[in-house]
């Protein structure tokens, strides 16, 4: 009976080994298949000649046995030798691409499913199901990966057709699943032959993510900056025109007694042609003093309108130093006037020359630097020249005033930090959004230079409009 149990158990043992060995060389391919199926084979034949030998269904001589070892010994020998077999490398290799963060995905030239790992498999559980010898569009059917035009075959033809690795990202949305890969697609090609292609799928919606954090905070200052300076303009509006209205209607009440004068001359004898001639001549000379008035009213009311459109719908359009220098001098008007301070602009460059973007964010920029040196004052009287010189490829303007300078210990933050010292009457946002707007709208620089008690000198440099047919 022991012999029973010992053999059955023996058998039964070999046999789950063998079954074990048998799949395994069947599941996986190349290396894997070949190592565990040497094993299986090397393991099999001492195994069936035992059987046969003890069962006496065949006689065979007795060095049969001898034989068929020397024939397993051979056949595992392959398998260690030739396969590594029970070489700790290949399984580690296996466990490292499976846990590896990025997921990935071995397909055939016929867009079958070779080999895909772990990482792959749980990323995209929740919506679809990846299988060995399943093809792509099976799998990825009613994503964007099969149905859009730029899908996964296609970056696998192209990185076929050029032998190199392509790289894209996809935004996968299915009912609740929303993420964002960036794939890479490696052809494997051995001897000049595309044996097959490795994709790797790497999860970026953090970082989309973060992204679009930033740009919506980002976009929430300009807006905060935008409302900021539309309440100092509000303030200038109302004194830049009053000025002209009251000349307007100055002018209306000149011609309403010049009008009641002409209506009592009538039936007149001692008036002659000639008097009528001068006063017609004098009341078109009212109405022509009328008409720069109103121009001025219609250029302050298009610099308004300009700075109160959203910025963020920003238009690359192009304008000249010219409209520039204009429009800043009507918008600044009021708050020079208000606080007693007088701004001397000189122009060495061509008054025609372009730059290219929205004029209105441009201007926010100049206004800002700008109120920043009428605030330094103080309320004080002061002069700030406001310079534009410029060479062949580029246009630098400068503002410079006399009063009393940028604090040494927040120059090394300004323009990349927000910073005021002017409590809660400033953001510090003023400057802050100027540079970006600067380099991220214009492409352009921006530094400055000041001496506490002596004064500070902003500069602006921005790349000239490169002409269309250059
Ligand atoms: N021309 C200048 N002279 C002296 N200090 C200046 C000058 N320009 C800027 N500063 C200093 O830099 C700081 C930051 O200026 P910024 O325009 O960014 O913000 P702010 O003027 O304080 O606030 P806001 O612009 O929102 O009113 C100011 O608080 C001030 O201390
Ligand atoms: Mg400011």
């Not at 077999?85 to 997921?103: M, N, W």
């Not at 010898?133 to 990825?140: A, R």
């Amino acid at each position: 009976i022991y012999f029973i149990v010992h053999t059955v158990f023996l058998y039964g043992y070999m046999v789950v080994s063998l079954f074990n060995f048998l799949y395994s060389s069947i599941k996986n391919s190349g290396f894997f298949s070949k190592q565990s199926l040497y094993t299986a084979i090397g393991s099999l034949i001492p195994l069936v000649t035992n059987v046969l030998v003890t069962t006496k269904i065949i006689s065979v001589p007795v060095y049969t046995t001898a034989i068929s070892f020397s024939a397993a010994v051979l056949f595992i020998a392959v398998a260690i030798f030739r396969y590594h077999f029970l070489s700790i490398s290949p399984i580690a290799l296996r466990t490292i691409v499976d846990r590896i963060s990025d997921g990935f995905l071995v397909v055939n030239d016929e867009y079958r499913i070779i080999d895909y790992n772990k990482t792959m498999e749980s990323a995209f559980e929740k919506i679809l199901t990846i299988s060995r010898n399943k093809s792509l569009q099976e799998v990825f059917q009613g994503t964007c990966l099969i149905d859009s035009d730029n899908n996964l075959i296609d970056f696998i033809n192209m990185a076929k057709i050029s032998g190199m690795s392509v790289t894209f990202e996809k935004h996968i949305q299915k009912g609740n699943y929303d993420r964002y890969f960036s794939i890479e697609v490696t052809p494997i090609i051995i001897n000049k032959i595309q044996l097959s292609t490795v994709m790797l799928f790497r999860d970026i919606t953090e970082n989309v993510r973060h992204l679009e954090a930033i740009e919506e905070k980002h976009a929430i200052m300009m807006e905060q900056e935008r409302l900021a300076s539309l309440g100092h303009l509000i303030g200038g509006i109302a004194h830049n025109l009053k000025t002209p209205i009251m000349s307007i209607s100055g002018i209306v009440e000149g011609l309403k007694d010049l009008v009641a004068e002409y209506r009592a001359s009538i039936g007149d004898e001692s008036v002659t042609v000639s008097d009528h001639y001068e006063i017609a001549d004098e009341m078109l000379s009212w109405l022509n003093k009328i008409k720069p008035y109103c121009s001025y009213v219609s250029d302050v009311i298009d610099a308004v309108k300009g700075q109160a459109v959203n910025l963020n719908a920003s238009s690359m359009v192009s304008f000249t130093v010219n409209e520039l220098v204009k429009r800043i001098q009507i918008l600044m008007k009021y708050e020079l006037i208000r606080y007693k301070c007088e701004l001397n602009t000189k122009i060495s460059v061509d008054l025609s020359s372009e730059l290219n973007g929205d004029i209105n964010s441009l201007i926010q920029v100049f206004d800002n630097i700008i109120i920043n040196a009428i605030q330094a004052y103080e309320g004080k009287t002061g002069s700030i020249d406001f310079h534009i010189d410029g060479d062949d490829e580029s246009i630098l303007f400068t503002i410079r005033d006399y009063a009393k300078g940028i604090p040494n210990n927040i120059k090394h933050r300004l323009l990349k930090e927000m910073v005021t010292t002017k409590g809660t009457a400033g953001t510090g946002l003023g400057l802050y959004m100027s540079y970006s707007t600067i380099k991220g709208r214009f492409g352009g620089e921006m530094w400055f230079e000041s001496e506490e008690g002596k004064g500070t000198t902003f500069f602006v440099r921005l790349p000239r409009k490169v002409s269309q047919t250059a």
